[in-house]
Structures are given as structure tokens and as C-alpha cells.
């Protein structure tokens, strides 16, 4: 087995045939959506003992046995059912995509949020602008109109950011709160998930959330409906502009999945900007999912191909990190990395950050 990215030692035939599964990729992977949308894969899961013919999955699901079999038919090939003596059976693959959480995250994503804009790829990398997103708005970057995309495709994105930051959340909070933070800001706080967590885990913390007007809509809306507007504080805050200081008094800042929403040279303006305001005892938590450091090659394709949603439709410059461009990012901005934590959820590091005496 070679290692992805190398030089393999395929046949051409093997390698043609797998010139044809990436031909034909859309169509495979609206193929398993349309799958899982339409209930056909549920409904052979039920009929997982006998399996189930194409006429009673159309019959029971109203649907004309034409579609259904065109759907079957490819989908055995790309190993989503197989079929003996005329009936479906759901193969492992098959039940991962109908009901394994994070593939359908990752589906939905690509599906709602990506999907339409790539065809303006080859544009996005020429250009190194989000070329995409004119699919959904005419904003310089997805952030500024994150708020007014449509109701699905919202849902699709939080779900997507959620699903791998807050399976780090359990697993991070001790690390942060072992130095019993008083004050902690949120750079980038999104939905407020990661405050209401802290003041959840510590009853002394305060917290603050720096972002933009757009995403703290929704952050003061949650805080409201828990009734935390007396421990978290949200400041309007953009910041990639240099005529304005970052703010003082923190014990400790908290930036997840935040640098790798900006090229390298912004992460370092970030990254002085965040230092000017650290006094030398001052924690910086920096949370990233870095290609590198994964353990199955799954999450590394994963990773990586997200890197062109950044390209294509967030802003068109910015990347899931190998972890040495980040600590390169960081040393440049004067800042020093303390501690590294590998394997934080589902695939992130922590790393703590200060800035030297």
C-alpha cells in the first residue's frame, strides 16, 4: 500500500479505473445522498433479514420502480447495497452513510454549503477569492453573510463547525481551566457554544466574545436564552483591522477553529495583534484539526479537501493547517508554543501559547 500523494506502483488499468470513480464522482455522491434523502436505504436496513426488491421499496415509498432501480443499480457499484437473487442488502458503507453522524455532517456540508459553488473553483484559485460564494451573495468573504444564507444551508454550516469543535469541548476545558482563568475571551465565539460551556464548567469565569456584528446574533441569542448576560460579554470586533487595539485583561484566549479561517500572513497580524494585548502570564489556546496529525487517512482526506471550501467559499486564502505552518505563524508573531495536545476530540490539537517575558 502506498502512502497518498506518492508514487504508487498501480497497474494502468488500476489506475484508469480510478481516473472513471473520479469522472464520475458527483454522480456517485448524489447517487448516496439520494439514497439516504429518499429512505431507500432505510427501508433495506428494516428488510435487513431478507433484504428487499426494487418493487416493494418503490411501493412502500411512492416511488416509481424506474428511479429506484437506476439508484440500486449504481449504488452497488460504489458498494453501497449488494444484491442476491434479485434483493438489496445494505453493506457497512451503505449503513455509514445512513446513519453515521459525521459522515452526514459532512455530507449535508458539502451537499448545501458547497456543492453549487465549486464549479467556480478553477475561478476561486486564479483569482485566490471565495468565487463560490456569488452563489449565495455578493459578500467579500462567507462571514459577513453567514447570517443571511439561506435557513437549510445555516443549518448545514453550524452543524458542520459544531460537530468537530464541540466534540473537543470535554476534553479541552480541563486543560484551559487548570490555571483557573478569571477572565477568558473568545476570539471568533461564533454561537456562543464554547462560553456557555466555560461558565458552565467554571462558576467564577467570565467570558468575552470578540466577532463580527453578523455572527454575534446569534451568540447574544443564545446567552439570552440561557440567561448568562451577566457572565458573558459580547465586544463587536473585526480583527483584521489594524487601527484598533486588542483589548487588555484576559487570563486566558481561546481561538478554535479560528486561524484557519485566514491566509498565513493574516494569522500572524492576528496573532501580533492578540500577543500586544497578553501580559506575559496571559494563556493563548489555540484549537486546529492539522492534516498531519491524524491517525486515519480518512480524516486527513477529510481535512484536506475541506481546505477547499476556504478556497472556493469562505474566502479564498486560507486552509486546514499542517501543524508546522501554524507554530511557524505563531513564532513569527513573537508568541511561543508552552504545550502541545494531540488526539482532542474528534481531531483537533490544543496547543497553549505566551507571549515571552
Known sequence: MTTPGSKNTKSA?????????????????????????????EHIHRARDRGAAVEEIAADLNLNDYG????????????????????????????????????????????????RGLFHLPQAVAETKPAGLKVFGDWPTIYEGLASLPADVQKSWFAFDHYYSDMAFPEALPIVFKRRPARLFDVGGNTGKWAVACVDYDPHVRVTLLDLPGQLVKARQTIGEKGLENRIDCLEFDILQTDRPFPAGADAIWMSQFLDCFSEDQIVHILTLTGSGMRPDTDLYILEPFWNRQRFEAARYSLQATSLYFTCMANGNSKMYHSEEMIRCIERSGLSVEEEFDDIGVCHTLLRCRRPD
Open 13 to 41: 488499468l488500476e489506475a484508469k479505473s480510478d481516473a472513471q470513480k473520479i469522472a464520475f464522482a458527483p454522480v456517485a455522491f448524489q447517487v448516496a445522498k439520494s439514497l439516504r434523502d429518499l429512505g431507500i436505504l
Open 68 to 115: 429506484v432501480r437506476v439508484l440500486l443499480e449504481f449504488g452497488a457499484s460504489i458498494d453501497l447495497v449488494a444484491v442476491e437473487e434479485n434483493r438489496y442488502h445494505l453493506t457497512k458503507t451503505g449503513l455509514f452513510i445512513l446513519s453515521d453522524p459525521l459522515t452526514r455532517v459532512n455530507m449535508d456540508f458539502i451537499h448545501d454549503v458547497c456543492y
